[in-house]
C-alpha cells in the first residue's frame, strides 16, 4: 500500500499537478469569492472489472500499473469478504450480496484515484462537496499525513465531503465494489418485513402485542410472512 501511495504521488507530480494548478478552477480561486459548484480535486478513474482499462491509461508507468493490479486482486478478495459477514450478520444467505451484485458478467470494480492538492485560499472552495456515495462497498485508501476528509455521525448513507487543506496534498485511493450495471437490486426478500401479509392478520397480531416489544412483534410478523402460523396463537 505505501508502494501504491508513493507510486500515485509520483504520478501526480510528474502527470497532472501543472496541469491542475493551470486549470480554470485554480486560476479563479482568488477573485470569484466562495466557489459552489467545482471541487479542488486532481483525479482519475480506473476501470477493473468486468473489463480493466489501465492498460489504456498510457501516462501511467509500468510500474504503477502492476501494483494498482496487485492491489486491486486483494481488495476485491477484501470485499467479497466483507459481502459475506454482513449476509452473516443479517442472518441471509452467505453469498446472497456477491450474487447480487454479480448481473450477467460480476461485480462491477473501479478505483478513483484523486489528489486534493494544496490550496491557498481553503475557505473558498471545498476538496470535494457534501455528498453521499452510491453502490455496494467502498474501500478507501487514503493519506495518513494531510487530512480534510469529513463526516457527518450517525446518519445512515453517511454524509461526507473533503475539505481543501492549506498544508499539503491529500490523496486518496477509493475503489468501489458495485453491482453490475443490469443487476437488479432490491433488499434482499428474507429482509422485506412485513411481507406478503394480509393486513387483518398484522391488525390482530398487533392487538395482541400492542404493549410488548415491537422488535419481538416484527419478529413474529416475519415468522407469519414464512407461513408460521403457530407464532400468532
Ligand atoms: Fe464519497
Redesign the pocket.
Known amino acids: 500500500m505505501d508502494k501504491l501511495k508513493l507510486l500515485t504521488k509520483m504520478h501526480y507530480e510528474e502527470n497532472m499537478k501543472d496541469s491542475f494548478y493551470n486549470s480554470e478552477t485554480a486560476k479563479s480561486l482568488d477573485n470569484n469569492g466562495y466557489i459552489t459548484k467545482k471541487d479542488w480535486e486532481s483525479t482519475f478513474f480506473i476501470s477493473h472489472r468486468p473489463n480493466s482499462n489501465i492498460n489504456d491509461l498510457t501516462t501511467l508507468s509500468q510500474d504503477l500499473r502492476k501494483t494498482m493490479e496487485e492491489y486491486i486482486g486483494q481488495l476485491i478478495k477484501l470485499a467479497e469478504r466483507i459481502s459475506v459477514l454482513m449476509c452473516e450478520n443479517l442472518g441471509i444467505e452467505k453469498s446472497h450480496i456477491i450474487e447480487a451484485f454479480s448481473g450477467s458478467n460480476g461485480p462491477s470494480v473501479g478505483t478513483k484515484v484523486a489528489m486534493y492538492p494544496h490550496c491557498a485560499h481553503p475557505e473558498l472552495i471545498r476538496g ?1 462537496r457534501e ?3 452510491a453502490g455496494g462497498i ?1 474501500l478507501l485508501l487514503q493519506d495518513d499525513q494531510v487530512l480534510g476528509l469529513e463526516f457527518l455521525k450517525d446518519v445512515e448513507s453517511t454524509l ?1 465531503r473533503v475539505m481543501a487543506m492549506k498544508d499539503g496534498d491529500r490523496l486518496s485511493i ?1 475503489t468501489f465494489y458495485n453491482p453490475f450495471g443490469d443487476a437488479t437490486i432490491s433488499p434482499a426478500s428474507e429482509l422485506l418485513l412485513p411481507s406478503h401479509v394480509r393486513f387483518q392478520d398484522y391488525l390482530d397480531h398487533y392487538t395482541k402485542t400492542k404493549f410488548d416489544d415491537k422488535g419481538l412483534r416484527f419478529l413474529s410478523l416475519k415468522n407469519m410472512a414464512n407461513g408460521n402460523q403457530d407464532i400468532l396463537k
Open positions: 470535494l455528498h453521499t456515495d467502498v461526507h477509493a
